[in-house]
């Protein structure tokens, strides 16, 4: 059977429990931190029923600090049984045994269950991750997927994640709370509280130093919900013994917080995008260390007690170094804000910045080591590729120097973008760090992936004697709900599944989605892998300065046609497609293989549309009004269909704005909800830099926003003939289009295919192929 996610009888228990202990003041993590099998095992009873109760369980620590994770698992004589360090390594066990077997599958878009009365024997013998952590998340990922979550689906995300072996996850939420506290204690009023917080979908940025009181007010409301949900969210990692990545302060200050200490080392940080600047502290002058002492405390007594605690100081901003030496305090010239800018005006000398980025790194290790001297500072790597012009061996090496090896960890997340950050480190210098890919940006959701990259690489990483001390590896999404075969491959090669042959590991995959497999059915899949499947990284999400999964969810501009194609084999992705919608009949009852033709089908489409505004566009450009006009019609007829099918998937504009509104508590809120949730997938915010980069290929989106956007621009086009175009003119008209789109109070209801394979063959049929 296909299962959903309703709340269980057991979950209801846990939430009252969980309420309880809240009332009485009990933080998440203050209890002692020692795990048993019943976190697995009620993993297990939530996901597979009352069979998963059964399972002998056996939880076996490992002696030794630095033993690989391991976990045994067996099927004989009608009983289940599993032993494991963790009871994140017993879950894991038994989903490695019961989706080998082909009996149950997890994932995004649903479950399939089908636990047999005669479950054929099977013995796994004892498996190791040869990589100590298997880490999750992404700050950007508490913006772009889960700002409406509630604890129903961060119970299921946990599941999720305990059944792939992930026991270090990112544990982003409830922050604003501490920060909120914070800042009162630091002077602020609640009038600029509200002017400083950031929109609920645009929190992850606040929160790294981006921007600052975008789409504010950020409700009471909110805040305090997180902080109940954190707590929910840290007492369930803890049953599992996992070691979240907690939040901690990284020098960012608000506005009104500069303005009232004039004489503090605050820097005026590079404005992005449009957006007005962000301050940040130095971490020489003393309130550095008394404000992340501070938070550090508030959270504890508020969460209760971490280890691993993220700090992110640069994320997409260069540090001051020319700033006039290191005792110069910061002057105001008119009151409103400080002169000293955070970007050098002439080159830096290497051993003055060698010298700065030292003290820098030193002073926030020495913050922490004041405060919570058990702590160790957690920082993404992210800025070391993004930013290379800077970052060079020379200012990582010096960055990292003066902290100590066992108190700083690296999450170098970008290797499927940036893959040589580590070699350029030199591993980090000795400092523990965790590979890894991000993968998905903007919770965008076009279908790609590089299976075979990854087998390759995870086998090489993990026996590179240069890899320092690589203490794990993870998977770092901006969003979630796409491209699920990527996540279930990385996380089985994160425990040697699947490395040694990747038609083997797919032909398991498919027995355990679909139920069953046959060889054709293999072989469309190994088709598909090698069409989009063999994609490491989606150029065509930031194209010639402009964000969106596919030239259709750009803004519109007659340079589309210099856009050079596609990553990916179109011709074996059509192949692979048609093939998977002619096994269709045989599989329209398996809710999973339906979800996963759409997604196929969707992206093909979606190419297919781009290369055909490429051709309208041409087309218009030249002066042939009858082939723009028929390319025109085709446009309008492929995206209408495809946004009616697209029903079928996880999300949509409807579900995305639906939860929102239910967030909130009053109307108010729910407008300022419904605003933030159009306006982070459509326009984003600033000077428009960064519109459409949360592009999503979603039912509403594709009908209501990126088609009427070229049909205004086509119109135009067209109207100019082979004459001047004022592009800029019509884009102006577009942009305020766009933001009367968001500001406008549409219903948007999600409307299901009735029959979603008919609906997919009968969009094939429109395709033109030769």
């Known amino acids: 059977m296909n299962r959903s996610w309703p709340i269980s009888r057991r979950q209801a228990l846990s939430q009252s429990l969980g309420a309880w202990l809240f009332a009485a003041g009990r933080p998440a993590l203050s209890a002692p931190n020692k795990p048993d099998p019943g976190g697995a095992r009620d993993v297990l009873t939530r996901l597979f029923g009352a069979a998963a109760g059964d399972i002998a369980m056996t939880l076996e620590p490992s002696p030794n600090e630095g033993s690989p994770p391991w976990y045994a698992v067996e099927n004989r004589n009608g009983k289940i049984s599993v032993r494991g360090d963790t009871p994140v390594a017993l879950a894991r066990g038994v989903y490695a045994g019961l989706r080998d077997a082909g009996v149950a599958h997890v994932s995004w878009e649903g479950d399939r269950v089908a636990w047999p009365k005669d479950l054929a024997e099977f013995t796994s013998g004892r498996v190791e991750s040869p990589f100590q952590h298997r880490a999750y998340l992404n700050t950007c990922t508490y913006g772009y997927t889960t700002p409406w979550w509630g ?27 501490v920060w909120r506290a914070l800042w009162r204690e630091g002077g602020l009023s609640e009038t600029e509280l509200a002017g400083y917080f950031s929109g609920p979908a645009f929190t992850p940025w606040q929160r790294m130093g981006n921007i600052e009181g975008y789409r504010a007010p950020l409700p009471a409301a909110w805040i305090d919900r997180k902080r109940d949900l954190q707590r929910q969210i840290l007492g369930r990692m803890g049953e599992l013994g996992m070691s979240p990545i907690l939040p901690a302060f990284g020098g960012y200050v608000p506005k009104a917080f500069a303005l009232k200490h004039p004489k503090a080392r605050i820097y005026r940080m590079r404005a992005g995008a449009g ?6 502290l130095d971490p020489a002058d003393p309130l550095f260390a008394k404000l992340a002492g501070r938070f550090l405390a508030l959270y504890t007594e508020t969460y209760g007690r971490g280890t691993y605690y993220l700090a992110d100081s640069f994320n997409e901003m260069t540090p001051p170094i020319d700033v006039g030496g290191s005792d110069a305090p910061n002057a105001f010239a008119d009151g409103t804000a400080p002169t000293t800018s955070a970007v050098p005006a002439k080159p830096v000398d290497p051993a003055l910045k060698a010298r700065r980025l030292a003290a820098y790194g030193k002073a926030i290790h020495d913050a922490f080591r004041q405060s919570r001297p058990d702590a160790v500072w957690v920082m993404q790597g992210w800025l070391f590729g993004a930013d290379q012009k800077f970052w060079d061996a020379e200012a990582i090496g010096a960055y ?7 108190r700083l960890m690296i999450l170098d997340i970008g290797n499927d973008r940036y893959p040589d950050s580590w070699r350029t480190a030199h591993a980090f210098g000795g400092k523990r760090w965790i590979y890894g890919y991000v993968h998905n940006y903007g919770a965008s959701n076009p279908v790609y992936g590089d299976l075979d990259y990854y087998r390759r690489d995870l086998a090489a990483m993990s026996a590179n004697p240069q890899a320092g001390r690589l203490a794990g590896f993870g998977m770092f999404p901006e969003g979630l709900h796409n491209n699920s075969i990527v996540y279930e491959a990385a ?32 072989a469309a899949l190994q088709l598909l892998v090698e069409a989009v499947y063999s994609t490491r990284y989606w150029t065509p999400r930031w194209w010639n300065g402009k964000a969106g999964a596919y030239l259709f969810c750009k803004r519109p501009s007659a340079t589309v046609v210099e856009f050079p194609g596609h990553p990916g084999d179109r011709a074996k992705l059509a192949a692979a497609v048609g093939d998977l919608a002619r096994l269709a009949p045989a599989f329209a009852e398996q809710a999973l293989f339906v979800a996963d033709l759409v997604d196929a089908s969707r992206h093909m489409v979606s190419e297919d549309i781009d290369v055909l505004i490429q051709q309208a566009v041409a087309a218009y450009r030249r002066g042939d009004l009858a082939s723009g006009d028929q390319v025109r019609r085709k446009i309008e007829d492929l995206a209408q269909a495809l946004d009616a099918l697209l029903g079928v998937q996880t999300d949509c504009l409807a579900s995305w704005i639906d939860e929102a509104r239910a967030y909130a508590d009053n109307a108010g809120d729910a407008r300022a909800y419904v605003l933030n949730a159009k306006a982070q997938v459509t326009i984003w915010g600033g000077d428009g830099n960064l519109a459409d980069y949360a592009s999503k290929a979603w039912q509403g989106l594709y009908r209501d926003f990126y088609l009427p ?10 109207a100019a003939g082979t004459g001047p175009f004022d592009e800029a003119g019509v884009v102006a008209e577009i942009t305020a289009w766009e933001h009367a789109w968001v500001d406008r109070d549409t219903a948007y209801v999600r409307q299901r295919p009735a029959d979603p394979v008919g609906a997919t063959q009968a969009l094939l049929a429109r395709l033109e192929r030769p």
């Open 491 to 522: 996380y089985d090669l994160a425990w040697n599944a699947g490395a040694a042959s990747l038609p083997a590991w797919l032909s398991t995959y498919a027995k355990s989605r679909y139920g069953r497999t046959t060889p054709e059915l293999e």
């Open 709 to 718: 956007r070229w049909q205004q621009f086509l119109s135009a086009l067209r």
């Open 151 to 177: 604890w129903p689906r961060w119970s299921r995300e946990i599941d999720w994640m305990a059944v792939h072996g992930i026991d270090m996850p990112l544990a982003m939420e409830g922050q604003e709370f």
């Open 400 to 406: 990292l120097s003066q902290v100590p090896d066992d």
């Open 275 to 280: 957006f007005h600047e962000t301050y940040w």
